[in-house]
Structures are given as structure tokens and as C-alpha cells.
Nanobody, 125 residues
Framework: VQLQASGGGLVQSGWSLRLSCAAS????????LGWFRHAPGKGREWVSC????????YYADSVKGRFTISVDDARHTVYLQMNDLKPEDTAVYYC???????????????????WGNGTLVTVSS
């Protein structure tokens, strides 16, 4: 299982970015998929995920209505569309995958077996 995140960058407040996570070595449809972030001086924070059971999407309150997680099974890629970015969204973003995470348990980062590299998102005010 390999995950490769990309798409980060430096943007101004209010702008948008789309992060991509290219997956290989496993069937995306059988895994829970998540995005997490780690801001300077803070712990790792869950952002969004898709459960492995019914493919329901979940979002942290801090990003709800602004971020959208999606999966392109044909391209083996998970996306995180981030709109209306704020300075507090500045962080290194990580994608993760794991089997057997049902419902909102996909929000619990210690439950994930596989992690990708991080991609830095910096939002200036």
C-alpha cells in the first residue's frame, strides 16, 4: 500500500486548493480514506474521511461546508477540495487509508494503517 499526497502550496485567504492522494497497491473501494493535518505547535487533527462500509463522508466542524472529500476509483486517487481557505487551515496535510473503519470511526487517526507523505498548505491573510 502506497499513498502519495500532492497539491499543497501558498495561497491567499479565500482562495481554493485541491489536494490529491494517489494510491497504489490496494483497492480503494475496500478501504476507509482520510485526510488529516498537522499545524505548527498543534497535534494532528482529523479533517475529513470516507468510511469503508457505506462510503459516507464525514467532516470536522472546522472545515464543514468548505472542504469536500471525493474518490476517483478509476484514477486510484482521493481528493480534498478546499474552498474559502483561512489562515488557520495552514498545516501539513496527510492522506491515510485503512480497512475496517465503519461510520464515523474513520475520523480516528490511530486507527489508520497506512499513511502518505505530507503536503504543505500555507494560507496567508
Amino acid at each position: 500500500v502506497q499513498l502519495q499526497a500532492s497539491g499543497g502550496g501558498l495561497v491567499q485567504s479565500g482562495w481554493s486548493l485541491r489536494l490529491s492522494c494517489a494510491a497504489s497497491g490496494f483497492n480503494l473501494a475496500q478501504y476507509a480514506l482520510g485526510w488529516f493535518r498537522h499545524a505548527p505547535g498543534k497535534g494532528r487533527e482529523w479533517v475529513s474521511c470516507i468510511s469503508s462500509s457505506d462510503r459516507t463522508s464525514y467532516y470536522a466542524d472546522s472545515v464543514k461546508g468548505r472542504f469536500t472529500i471525493s474518490v476517483d476509483d478509476a484514477r486510484h486517487t482521493v481528493y480534498l477540495q478546499m474552498n474559502d481557505l483561512k489562515p488557520e487551515d495552514t498545516a501539513v496535510y496527510y492522506c491515510a487509508a485503512s480497512r475496517g473503519l465503519y461510520g464515523s470511526s474513520c475520523s480516528i487517526f490511530p486507527s489508520y494503517d497506512h499513511w502518505g507523505n505530507g503536503t504543505l498548505v500555507t494560507v496567508s491573510s
